[in-house]
């Protein structure tokens, strides 16, 4: 009786630990459970700047050049064009981004390192020892110190990557900085069957590199952040299981 009542307590606990660790992990279970059989839902087209982690870039600007104007004259200084440009040059314009990304990336390292040490320190005539009668040679050690080493390590690894993305996304003006430099930001969501892909682009773009057409390409973007993936059914099933990924962050080995 003692031990049943002793190991009752201890079984309560592991269970309820156990369904605990369900419940934090399996929002998203449940989440799939409830979509079983949806496909992904689109994001609502929303202002970017409302968002709560939405922030207004800063960087260093020149000093203002003031407009001037001749009299007489239909052309204004600092003007791009005679006639009204119908490229993007405010908030809330839309402008083409050109993605063209072909990364290729090989890479090789090997290592070697080997050590091997070896310590002895005897005491054959260590302060006097050979005067001291055999009797008394024999309480004293043969070596105040010994010790040996041995370590190796063999390392290798590589790398060997090819990426391609090829796609045309269509880009919000946001900000417009000081020196009349852009911040841009798009978004793009393709559903296909019961998988979403969705791009993600954003950067700071020049007026003089927008082409005639209003695109403008992704290699003269500065700060470009490119973010493509997706989720539904096929990342489901290449991710694994939220049991064993906590069991690779928990566990030491």
């Given at each position: 009786?003692?031990?049943?009542?002793?190991?009752?307590?201890?079984?309560?606990?592991?269970?309820?630990?156990?369904?605990?660790?369900?419940?934090?992990?399996?929002?998203?279970?449940?989440?799939?459970?409830?979509?079983?059989?949806?496909?992904?839902?689109?994001?609502?087209?929303?202002?970017?700047?409302?968002?709560?982690?939405y922030k207004p870039v800063q960087?260093?600007?020149?000093?203002?050049?003031?407009?001037?104007?001749?009299?007489?004259?239909?052309?204004?200084?600092?003007?791009?064009?005679?006639?009204?440009?119908?490229?993007?040059?405010?908030?809330?314009?839309?402008?083409?981004?050109?993605?063209?990304?072909?990364?290729?990336?090989?890479?090789?390292?090997?290592?070697?390192?080997?050590?091997?040490?070896?310590?002895?320190?005897?005491?054959?005539?260590?302060?006097?020892?050979?005067?001291?009668?055999?009797?008394?040679?024999?309480?004293?050690?043969?070596?105040?110190?010994?010790?040996?080493?041995?370590?190796?390590?063999?390392?290798?690894?590589?790398?060997?990557?090819?990426?391609?993305?090829?796609?045309?996304?269509?880009?919000?003006?946001?900000?417009?900085?000081?020196?009349?430099?852009?911040?841009?930001?798009?978004?793009?969501?393709?559903?296909?069957?019961?998988?979403?892909?969705?791009?993600?682009?954003?950067?700071?773009?020049?007026?003089?590199?927008?082409?005639?057409?209003?695109?403008?390409?992704?290699?003269?973007?500065?700060?470009?952040?490119?973010?493509?993936?997706?989720?539904?059914?096929?990342?489901?099933?290449?991710q694994e299981r939220w049991g064993?990924?906590?069991?690779?962050?928990?566990?030491?080995?």
């Amino acid at each position: 009786m003692l031990k049943s009542h002793l190991r009752s307590p201890l079984v309560r606990s592991l269970l309820g630990t156990a369904a605990i660790a369900s419940l934090l992990g399996g929002c998203t279970s449940v989440d799939r459970l409830k979509t079983l059989t949806a496909p992904p839902a689109l994001s609502a087209v929303d202002d970017p700047t409302a968002k709560p982690g939405y922030k207004p870039v800063q960087m260093p600007m020149p000093t203002p050049q003031p407009v001037t104007y001749n009299p007489n004259s239909l052309w204004r200084n600092g003007s791009r064009a005679f006639f009204n440009d119908q490229r993007a040059h405010q908030v809330g314009d839309i402008l083409t981004v050109k993605v063209n990304v072909n990364d290729v990336a090989q890479f090789m390292d090997q290592t070697q390192l080997q050590r091997s040490t070896t310590e002895d320190s005897e005491l054959s005539n260590f302060l006097g020892a050979n005067a001291l009668p055999s009797s008394a040679k024999k309480f004293l050690p043969g070596s105040l110190l010994t010790a040996d080493s041995n370590s190796q390590s063999n390392g290798m690894g590589w790398i060997n990557r090819q990426d391609q993305l090829v796609t045309n996304v269509a880009a919000v003006v946001t900000q417009m900085l000081p020196n009349g430099n852009m911040v841009i930001e798009g978004k793009q969501e393709v559903r296909l069957n019961y998988e979403l892909r969705e791009l993600i682009i954003a950067g700071v773009v020049r007026p003089e590199d927008i082409q005639s057409d209003n695109a403008i390409d992704l290699t003269k973007i500065a700060e470009a952040r490119v973010a493509y993936g997706g989720r539904g059914q096929l990342m489901n099933i290449q991710q694994e299981r939220w049991g064993q990924q906590a069991a690779d962050v928990i566990l030491p080995f």
